[in-house]
């Protein structure tokens, strides 16, 4: 598997690490979400065959956070894009 | 037919063309009390159990494909109980107490080999870790034994201990009455049994949905039709989530893959279970002459049951550095099968909240080894509606309660235990 890494182009896996699932975000009000909020934050996935949105560090490179779409199935990948400016926006 | 030496000798006078089939393939029946989705290791042995334990014989397995092909087929072989956590051990004990008679309870030979197994050591760190771990052991009623280098040298000589060794060796934890099962054997000795005693083992049966009523399970609906169902068990392993969701589950897991790589066969060897302490690496030498390595999962959320480079070059990297002998082998097959991690590295045996519904699930790595133990409690938790009290620990709710049985303290993150 390469990851094409938006500063650094294809790159082989061992420069990357992985981050997990992009779809959980933490809770908006930590104090006040409840029990199963941060249970769900925590532990539960959705673990799909198939497409998945998922962080990875390129910290072998430019030491950024990406979040990759790719398929668990076929490990095919559809888009790589910086972490940061999504982040930013406080999108997912 | 009840094999022997009697019925070998008998077969041999018809040149062995005589054998009558292993098991049965029934047609799937229009209901059955119980039901278990997954015809791997786990579901095998819990027909076996639920049968010879509890006279519950009105059952049925039912697989996607055919009995072998999934993780009971794809492990290394290797069964064991030097764990840290006591639910752990106190199971995976139950578990090697359940090997060792097995090949009699089934009338199959799965052809146990206790040959011990032994994780080396490297830091004097590690040895503090292996001591702490075999000390819980201990404590435990399991057997553990510390050795020093020379011990090591002495047990498994082709291990580097040259100056030059990358990683040096300062010893190892044996624990002996650890080895090797034929995998395979366990696959059809289960199946065979539990056909024996009534069971309805069925092939090329992929459940697509599970049907619900009233906060209770009715039905499976399946590549060959709707089976009514009193209870119904999950016990798929890789597949955990997505048979989970069927019935609106969610689920603490993901999957991943792990891959194995068989070499070339050579003489003996090897007659040592042995584990590297300095990376994830772990050999067998197989009946045939084959060395048998695994390596770590690949990390990353996967349902691929197939190998890839990457893993390739970490285990062959750790196998040269370890054994050096074994640089020039050629690697003859590499796999890959799919392991349900959940968040704390412990399995889960557990009732759901939809009633007659159980999951066994989330092995992770470890699957094989559980077998025997896995298909004892989760026959005990389908026949009485408890859990056994040796899988009282393996809950869903401990990720709520926070009781969870983190072996190695690596957090909620799957890929890394």
């Known amino acids: 598997m390469r990851i094409a890494c938006p500063w ?52 072998s490179g430019c030491r950024c956070w990406l979040i990759v779409t790719r398929d668990t199935v076929t490990h095919e990948i559809e888009h790589v894009a910086l972490a940061a400016p999504q982040m930013r926006e406080g999108k997912k | 037919m009840r094999y022997s030496a009697v019925s070998l000798i008998r077969n041999a006078f018809t040149g062995h063309r005589r054998w009558p089939r292993v098991w049965r393939e029934p047609e799937p029946k229009p209901a059955y009390d119980v039901v278990i989705i997954g015809g791997g290791g786990h579901g095998l042995a819990t027909a076996h159990y639920l049968a010879r334990n509890h006279g519950v014989t009105n059952v049925a397995v039912l697989e996607k494909s055919y009995l072998g092909n ?26 090697l107490k359940l090997w060792e008679g097995l090949s009699g309870d089934l009338n199959y030979n799965v052809m146990l080999s206790q040959r011990g197994v032994l994780v080396t050591f490297h830091t004097p760190a590690q040895r503090d870790a292996a001591i702490r771990r075999g000390n819980s052991m201990r404590l435990n009623g399991v057997d553990a034994v510390l050795l020093g280098r020379e011990e090591v040298r002495k047990l498994v000589p082709i291990i580097d201990f040259s100056p030059s060794a990358r990683f040096p060796i300062l010893g190892g934890l044996l624990q002996p009455r650890g080895g090797s099962v034929r995998h395979d054997a366990v696959a059809w000795g289960y199946a065979r049994s539990a056909d024996a005693r009534g069971v309805d083992i069925i092939q090329n049966c ?70 590297f302490g300095a990376a994830h690496f772990a050999v067998v030498q197989s009946d045939k002459g084959g060395l048998v390595f695994n390596g770590s999962l690949d990390g990353y959320n996967s349902y691929a049951q197939r190998g890839n480079m990457e893993a390739l070059e970490d285990v062959a990297a750790a196998a040269a550095s370890f054994m050096p002998c074994f640089s020039r ?28 519904l159980y999951f066994n699930g989330g092995w992770c790595y470890g699957g094989f080894k559980g077998t025997p133990a896995s298909g004892w409690t989760m026959a005990h938790l389908i026949a009485n509606d408890a859990p056994h009290e040796l899988a009282s620990g393996f809950t869903l709710s401990r990720f709520e309660t926070g009781l969870v049985i983190n072996e190695n303290g690596a957090g909620p993150c799957p890929g890394r235990h």
Not at chain 1, 30 to 47: F, H, I, Q, S
Not at chain 2, 330 to 335: A, I, Q, S
């Open chain 2, 70 to 95: 999934g993780n009971v087929g794809r492990n290394t072989t290797i069964v064991r109980s030097n764990y840290l956590c006591p639910d752990n051990i106190a199971f995976n004990e139950h578990s």
């Open chain 2, 206 to 275: 992929e459940v697509t949905g599970i049907k619900t009523g009233k906060g209770r399970v009715r039905a499976v609906e399946t590549n060959r039709g709707s089976i009514r169902a009193k209870k119904v068990a999950i016990i798929v392993a890789g597949h955990s989530t997505l048979v989970a969701g069927m019935a609106g589950l969610r689920l603490p897991i993901e999957s991943h893959v792990l891959q194995s790589f068989v070499t070339e066969p050579v003489k003996p060897v090897l007659d040592t279970v042995v584990s």
């Open chain 2, 329 to 356: 082998l050629r690697l003859l097959r590499h796999w890959g099968g799919i392991n349900d991690m959940t968040m704390d590295g412990s399995p889960i045996i557990t009732k759901t909240p939809v009633k007659g």
């Open chain 1, 8 to 59: 650094c182009g294809p790159r082989p896996l061992s420069e990357f690490t992985y981050g997990g699932d992009a779809a959980k975000t933490r809770p908006k009000a930590p104090e006040a979400a409840g029990l199963e909020t941060w249970m769900d934050y925590v532990y539960l996935r959705k673990n799909p065959a198939g497409r998945h949105r998922e962080y990875w560090h390129h910290g």
